[in-house]
């Protein structure tokens, strides 16, 4: 075989073991739709505050669940794989913690959200992912 040749088929091998990784990692996905809502504690916003929605369907034990952090009006975007792509289409139940430091200066935070909404077991916030973007009623805790 040639040097040319040895070249070529090297190129052929390389271009295929990428391309193999590059569509393996993307199979795995579930398609997304665009989802967004809005987060009140007592009435309030509550900035920074975490919601994941587990899917009542469970997926694989490896698969991200969407989630979203509360921005400082109170709307949050959901992201399940990368920024702000969504979650799958299906029927969640939302858990939410709003982290919070006691004073600026311990270093101590406490979860202001009551701990009913911390557990998929006992949190009573529902959400539905149809086809297409999706707003979301407003979740609020009491």
Known sequence: MTDLGRLICTLVVASALIQSVGCSSGEARRPTQPASGTLKILGKAAPGATLVFHPDQPWGKDEPKPRATVKPDGSFEVTTYEGNDGAPEGNYTVTVEWFVPNKPDDGN????????????????????????PNSLPVMELK
Do not use: C, D, F, H
């Open 109 to 132: 935070v406490t979860n202001r959200a009551p701990a009913k909404y911390g557990k998929a077991q006992s949190s009573p916030l529902k959400a539905t992912i149809g086809k297409g």
